[in-house]
């Protein structure tokens, strides 16, 4: 085989690397591999309609395991099936399949299991609406802390374009369990917010969705009174900064890998980013170069609370260049850059393998890093 020839695994690392980040199991993900390596496939309808087909299967069977656990009364292990299930339902969805209405079946596919999965009675989990305007609302999930616990601290968490509040959990159980509570909005082009209730992914969406999401907070009861922070993954990451930026209200900023789409070179924007059915479905059919003009940040916007950032050394698209430079924006001491990839390291502690958007295979330790930042700053920090 040539070495420059794609492969299977090739054309399905950001597929699989997103699947691992979010918890799925690797001896699922290699025997769904194999699977596919074993077929002629001669075009890109026919990788999305086996690799959905392989992963409904699974899903399908560890459904079945829940449900007989359910009722032999075993909670535990139908819970964990459940959570099986749910990770299997996450990989179909992860597929940008050209379909619009095949992306909207895997998601809610990945919704429904994902609810079954949650443990409420330890860790309440509350379906919200978040209003928008006059007319529609966000969906969204709070977090709490343990049960019985109260809330020293809040943040609104944000996922970008193509992710969801239920890819989010990875991050909200570490922070919920140091004692904050954790909203995760489905943002404009997202979720439920899109598929049902046609929020399309439009800066006026995205802006309207940063105040709206601090109001929530400070008026529900759970966490009314304590100190409101704001933190995002990828093109989430983007949004935390901006919503800082224009929304003094909020008291702390922590960012990974964050994502500002008009820094980055068209080149290394993906196809299906730029145009394509399910593109313009999630952005209201807006022109591309216009939707990527405004997906930035404006010179004199930064963030004046407590900040962290942590972003990946060779990330080919957001550099790391920029990120230092909207980091040194920020004007309060209270203030941490955290450089993922170390050329010089030959032990692998801050290495990464994916050089691109997002760099996420060190997730497993850094979302440690950030929620221990959170905690500190929900519970001592300047941003109390």
């Known amino acids: 085989m040539a070495t420059d020839q794609w492969t299977i695994r090739n054309l399905l690392t950001p597929v699989a690397t997103r699947l691992l980040i979010g918890g799925?199991?690797?001896?699922?993900?290699?025997?769904?591999?194999g699977r596919m390596e074993s077929v002629v496939l001669r075009n890109a309808k026919q990788l999305e309609d086996l690799w959905l087909s392989c992963w409904d299967e699974k899903a399908r069977f560890y459904e079945s395991l829940a449900v007989n656990a359910r009722n032999d009364n075993n909670l535990i292990t139908s819970l964990e099936m459940y959570r099986h299930a749910t990770l299997s339902r996450f990989a179909a969805f992860?597929?940008?399949?050209?379909?619009?209405?095949?992306?909207?079946?895997?998601?809610?596919?990945?919704?429904?299991?994902?609810?079954?999965?949650?443990?409420?009675?330890?860790?309440?989990?509350?379906?919200?609406d978040i209003p928008l305007d006059g007319e529609t609302a966000l969906a969204a999930?709070?977090?709490?802390?343990p049960t019985g616990r109260a809330a020293a601290g809040a943040i609104v968490l944000f996922?970008?374009?193509?992710?969801?509040?239920?890819?989010?959990?990875?991050?909200?159980?570490?922070?919920?369990?140091?004692?904050i509570a954790v909203l995760v909005p489905d943002m404009p082009g997202c979720g439920v917010s899109l598929?049902?209730?046609g929020i399309q992914c439009r800066i006026e969406h995205i802006e309207a969705a940063f105040s709206s999401c601090l109001h929530f907070l400070t008026e529900h009861e759970a966490?009314?009174?304590?100190?409101?922070?704001?933190?995002?993954?990828?093109?989430?990451?983007?949004?935390?900064?901006?919503?800082?930026?224009?929304n003094r209200g909020y008291r702390y900023c922590a960012v990974l890998f964050p994502l500002f789409v008009a820094d980055v070179p068209i080149s290394m924007i993906p196809q299906w980013f730029k145009a394509g059915d399910w593109f313009t479905y999630q952005t209201g059919y807006i022109n591309p170069t216009e939707f990527e003009s405004v997906m930035g940040c404006a010179e004199e916007e930064h963030p004046e609370c407590p900040f962290f950032i942590a972003h990946g050394k060779h990330d080919n698209w957001m550099s790391l260049e920029r990120t230092r430079e909207l980091f040194s924006r920020v004007p309060n001491d209270d203030k941490e850059l955290l450089v993922i990839g170390n050329d010089s390291d030959r032990h692998g502690e801050y290495s990464t393998v994916l050089h691109t958007m997002p760099v996420g295979e060190q997730l497993h330790w850094?979302?440690?890093?950030?929620?221990?930042?959170?905690?500190?700053?929900a519970f001592t920090g300047t941003g109390r």
């Not at 999930?141 to 802390?145: E, M, R």
Request: with cysteine; aromatic share 10%.
């Open 223 to 246: 966490v009314a009174t304590v100190p409101v922070g704001c933190a995002g993954l990828c093109m989430g990451g983007g949004y935390a900064y901006r919503a800082a930026s224009l």
């Open 366 to 377: 850094v979302k440690h890093r950030f929620a221990d930042w959170l905690h500190r700053q």
């Open 24 to 33: 799925g199991n690797p001896f699922d993900l290699e025997e769904v591999l």
């Open 159 to 179: 996922s970008g374009l193509g992710s969801c509040k239920e890819e989010m959990h990875m991050l909200a159980r570490p922070v919920a369990e140091r004692g």
């Open 141 to 145: 999930y709070l977090h709490l802390p």
């Open 94 to 128: 992860l597929i940008n399949t050209s379909s619009p209405e095949k992306k909207k079946e895997s998601y809610l596919q990945y919704r429904d299991t994902y609810a079954e999965s949650i443990d409420k009675p330890s860790f309440p989990v509350l379906p919200v």
């Open 195 to 197: 598929f049902e209730r």
